[in-house]
């Protein structure tokens, strides 16, 4: 089964070609419930759909662009007028001059001359009532429910969540169910006439009740996953950005931007909203999600236009919001596209292959045993020569085979198999969240089990999410600032030139800000490392604003990843331009021929002076610290430039590569995953490991430390960006693979020797001993309580002692299937010697309802050993399976909500489920056989071990 498996349901972890999933569907002929089945899958018709209004949208987007750029060139020269347009009625008496239809046309449709007929970006911000500098002025309510009003807020339509009665409905969808539900109908009106009321009724009655009892359970397993995967998708979308306003800058979540606001972006962050460009450096926009163009675009006064969706791919701006929410081009693209849902994961695509495979089998067992059971009933007829007068009897009789038949399907084929994953994993997802991991997308969790190797960016994922300085290298000399008054000590010592140039290379070259915030104390915003530069010179005595309002800043060029630096230059006071640069130590140190000394004075460096240095540097180096050099600096590749022979020899051997471009980070990943058949994860936090993480199996980015783009390339999201949480993801992964690995061993046994037992009774008895309500009730333990019970399963520190699965371990492995044949045999023995000797042994052949009695306790026996072979299935190769049972409480719950609905069943509604009470002796040999499978699973742990 499992090469048939690999070669015909297997999908990639991530980025699954569309022929790959559409084979898998093809391949699914026994399916009883599509939409049940199909729910959590992608939706490959809509998605062909939604991919031609894209591509339409890209077409006329790229025609509004390209008429835009043409007409620019004839509005050089016109002089702007605003006497074409007329403020509404509305909008002025809310106190603004441009309305929402305005702006959004101006951006929509880049529309430079309406754009100049408003005055420019500084224009419309005055008409905005909003400050360029401070943003929104006031915060009252009154004035921001105006604002809202007028202009709207930045949420977007949302499909709205199913009610429970349309899972209902759905459940109701499973053709076996509907087959099995005529069949009622049919008893009914056969059975009432004949045998009278209520006597004809029970048949109907037991049937009808069995199935809405099966509808509800499976639609209240369905709505809680659907009210799970809802709670998970509002925590994805919570962004949030920085934005000024009242004069104070702040953090805020996008969907609390309003038009006027003023957001300041940098490298990987989305852009919320729709606006225009107020001031920034170098921003490069990646604008792929709307126009479908790779190449990036440069924005500036020239070209303001930012669009809502887009990402920043260089550079940082400060951004005028002109449009919100279903306004933007982002909100109309939402609006227009169905995305045709997440990629199915590759168990479920697994398992819908065992679903199927089981299900093609059990449908001919269906069919030979009601061929069968006719052809006995038949020949009894034919030799009591009375097969030329059917009675309504002999109706009732064939309607219960074909009952039984339409049963055998329901309890065949596991329609429970992939939808157990999603069960699982909706459960690991909503515990992984309260563990401060937040999973994107389903396949990622399971995925994590069979990591092979975790490549993980050091600075802000293994080391904390917080620097300082705390030692230095300035004028050729080493100082220590860890301990206190060692600043002011270092301020005392340097050069008031030195001081003043390493004050205007701190405060100038950064990627940081210093503001102040509403209880008037200073608050440094940006990244750990810019954070901790900019905390020395604060204590050095700087002045972040004096600082930046003494010089004119001619060029910025943002951290390149690539580049390995940073730089500014900067127009003197005096006259004159002046270059800072902050990148790589080693680097920097070998494009440097010159340096400041302890008077101040800039000499060249000799052989001993760059030793002195290098030794400085790895001694820093060496004591685990982040080492950085402000000055200029090339570019020394290593890895990147090796022959696929070579990176074939090193990349086994690789366990820290510094340096390394994002490029590099992608090569590493993906020889690992290609030529080493690896299964990868890849922790990150900046845009440079966007690369990596998106072609990694499995990428977690940070969630505090984290850019936008980072997240959205990433399959989970470490929110409180510590690296023991990618320990427990891994752990949660391995729980997922593990818990389907359970529900499986434990469904297939079931399938097996129901399967075998009403087989082998219909060939030698002309009967069947489990009959339709009672299937449907053994359908029910087996498919969604054994799915509670084993898909949410905790995981345990042991898991983590395991060898992972890798990318090639078999799903149904050897262990399983021993399992799975060892406990299926001991439970037909069992129900063949019941059948066989079962009056003797309980005395029947004077009771009245021996029959009747008899195969209430085939199916007691039979009931029982499918809840110890629960037990048993929770654990797969130990011995000891009843270890931490009681530590999941839903276990515990479906195994004693089960036993006392088996009572109930037996005792209580004998005329609906065709049982009769037992005794004491009775019951006691029922849980007695059940429990004795227990022992016979330690037997065959410990002589007959497999390998994997």
Known sequence: MES???????????????????????????????????????????????????????????????????????????QPSDDDYTIPKEVKDAGFKICAEELESIVEGHDLKKLKQHGGVTGVADKLATDSTTGIPSEDSDSLDRRRSVYGTNTFQESEQQSFWMFVYEALQDMTLMILGACALLSLIVGIPTEGWPKGAHDGVGIAASILLVVFVTATSDYQQSLQFKDLDKEKKKVSVQVTRNGYREKMSIYSLLAGDIVHLSIGDQVPADGLFLSGFSLLIDESSLTGESEPVVISLDRPFLLSGTKVQDGSCKMLVTTVGMRTQWGKLMATLSEGGNDETPLQVKLNGVATIIGKVGLLFAVVTFAVLVQKMLSHKWGEHTASRWSGDDALELLDYFAIAVTIVVVAVPEGLPLAVTLSLAFAMKKMMNDKALVRHLAACETMGSATNICSDKTGTLTTNR???VKCCISLAVKDLSSEGSVSELRSQLPESVLKTLLQSIFNNTGGEVVVSRDGKQKILGTPTEAAILELGLALGGDFQAERLAYKVVKLEPFNSTKKRMGVVLELPEGGLRAHTKGASEIVLAACNKALNSDGEVVPMDEISINRLKTAIDEFANEALRTLCLAYMELGPVFRELSLEELHQLVPKIQVMARSSPMDKHTLVKHLRTTFNEVVAVTGDGTNDAPALHEADIGLAMGIAGTEVAKESADVIILDDNFSTIVTVAKWGRSVYVNIQKFVQFQLTVNVVALAVNFYSACKTGSAPLTAVQLLWVNMIMDTLGALALATEPPNDELMKRPPVGRKGNFISNIMWRNILGQSIYQFLIIWFLQKHGKTFFFLHKHDDSDLVLNTIIFNTFVFCQLFNEVNSREMEKIDVLKGILDNYVFVIVLGSTVFFQIIIIECLGTFASTAPLTIMQWFFSIFMGFLGMPIAVLLKKHFPVQP
Request: hydrophobic letters at 40%; a positive charge; one cysteine or more.
């Open 4 to 78: 048939l498996l690999r070669e015909q349901w297997e999908v990639q972890h991530k980025h699954a070609p569309e022929e790959a999933l559409q084979r898998w569907r093809g391949l699914c002929g026994v399916v009883k419930n599509h939409k049940r089945r199909f729910r959590f899958t992608a939706n490959l018709s809509k998605r062909y759909e939604a991919a031609a209004m894209r591509k339409t949208n890209h077409e006329k987007f790229r025609v509004a662009l390209l008429v835009s750029k043409a007409a620019f060139q004839f509005i050089q020269g016109m």
């Open 467 to 469: 620097m300082t300085v």
